[in-house]
C-alpha cells in the first residue's frame, strides 16, 4: 500500500473547482457506489457542500447486494438530504431521482412565489469519484429530452448547461472528487470495484481480500462460481482456497492470473451482488 497517495494537489484543485462552481446550483446529486457507499465517498464532501441542497445516489444498484443498499439508505438518509438507488447503466431509479429533488425544492418555490418570483428549471450539478457513473448518469437526465444547450456566466468562466425538459438544467461537467484511500481496506475496496486502477494493488492481495469476506459474508456465491467445496470452505485457509480456485480455473499455479479473474468476475457481475461497505448501525 506503500504506493498509495492521497494526492493531495488533486484533492485542493477538484475542491476549488467543485466549491467555485456551487452557488450556481440548487441541488448537488452526490453520486456513490452502491457497493462500497462509504469507501467511495470523498471524505470531505460533507464540508465542501456544507449548506446546501444534496442527494445522495447509489448508483450501480445492480451490481449490490439490495438488503444492504436498503440499509444504507436507512443509514444515511436525514431529513434534508434523501438517499436514492439507482442502476444509471439500465436507466433505472432516474425517474424517481427527479421526483425526489423536484419536492425537495418545492418548498423554495412556494416562497418564491409568495414574492412574486416566478418558478424556474432546477439547476443541478453531479458530482463524485471517478468511475462512479457521472457520465452514465448526465446521459440519463439528458436522454431524449434535451431541448438545447445554454451558456450562462459562470463565476470565473462560461458554464455548460443541459437544458432537460422544463424542470430541470445540469451542469454539463462533472465535479470530480478523489476517495481517501490512506486506509488500505479502502484502497481495496477501490481497487475490487474498479474505481482505481488494479496496477496500484497486488492482485492476489485483492483477491485474498475478496475470499476472505465472501467467505464470512457470501460463501455460496463463492462455493458456486469457483466449485469450493464445503469442506473446503470450512477448513481451507484462504490462500489455500485461491489457490483451490486457480486450480479449478484451470490456471495451474498462476494465481495471479487466477485473481484477475476473480477481479473481472467480480466487476461483471458474475460474483453476485456483493456489497463490500457494511452500515455500521443496522436499521431497526
Ligand atoms: P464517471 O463519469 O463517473 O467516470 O463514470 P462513467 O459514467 O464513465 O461510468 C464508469 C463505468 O461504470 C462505465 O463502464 C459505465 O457503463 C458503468 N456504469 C455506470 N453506471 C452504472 C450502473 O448503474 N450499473 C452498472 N452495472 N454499470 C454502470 P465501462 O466499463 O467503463 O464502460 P462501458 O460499460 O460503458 O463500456
Known amino acids: 500500500m506503500s504506493n498509495i497517495q492521497w494526492f493531495p494537489g488533486h484533492m485542493a484543485k477538484a475542491r476549488r473547482e467543485v466549491t467555485e462552481k456551487l452557488p450556481m446550483v440548487d441541488v448537488v446529486i452526490e453520486l ?5 457507499p462509504e469507501s467511495s465517498r470523498n471524505p470531505l464532501i460533507d464540508e465542501i457542500t456544507q449548506n446546501k441542497r444534496k442527494v445522495i445516489v447509489l448508483n450501480k444498484s445492480d451490481l449490490a447486494d439490495s438488503k444492504l443498499t436498503n ?6 438518509q436525514t431529513d434534508d438530504m434523501p438517499v436514492v438507488a439507482v442502476d444509471a447503466q439500465h436507466n433505472k431509479g432516474i425517474k424517481q431521482l427527479q421526483q425526489v429533488i423536484t419536492k425537495m425544492m418545492a418548498p423554495y418555490f412556494e416562497e418564491q412565489k409568495k414574492k412574486g418570483v416566478k418558478p424556474r428549471a432546477i439547476r443541478l450539478m453531479i458530482i463524485g469519484i471517478p468511475n462512479v457513473g457521472k457520465s452514465t448518469i448526465i446521459n440519463r437526465f439528458v436522454g431524449k429530452n434535451q431541448a438545447q444547450t445554454g451558456n450562462k456566466p ?3 468562466k462560461q458554464q455548460r448547461w443541459l437544458k432537460i ?5 445540469l451542469l454539463d461537467t462533472p465535479g470530480i472528487l478523489w476517495p481517501k484511500f490512506e486506509d488500505p481496506d479502502v484502497g481495496k475496496k477501490l481497487a475490487i470495484t474498479g474505481a482505481i486502477k488494479d496496477s496500484l494493488l497486488h492482485m492476489d492481495d485483492l483477491a485474498l481480500y475478496l475470499i476472505d469476506y465472501m467467505r464470512q459474508f457470501y ?3 463463492l462455493q458456486t462460481r469457483y466449485k469450493i467445496s464445503d469442506n473446503d470452505l470450512e477448513t481451507l485457509s484462504s490462500v489455500d482456497i485461491l489457490l483451490a480456485i486457480t486450480k479449478n480455473l484451470g490456471l495451474k499455479d498462476n494465481y495471479d492470473e487466477a485473481s484477475l479473474r476473480m477481479m473481472v468476475d467480480y466487476r461483471q457481475d458474475r460474483l453476485g451482488q456483493v456489497t463490500l461497505d457494511r452500515p455500521e448501525v443496522s436499521p431497526v
Open 32 to 36: 456513490v457506489d452502491a457497493r462500497i
Open 71 to 76: 440499509q444504507w439508505i436507512q443509514h444515511l
Open 154 to 156: 459562470g463565476v470565473t
Open 165 to 169: 425538459g422544463r424542470d430541470f438544467e
Open 219 to 221: 460463501p455460496e456465491d
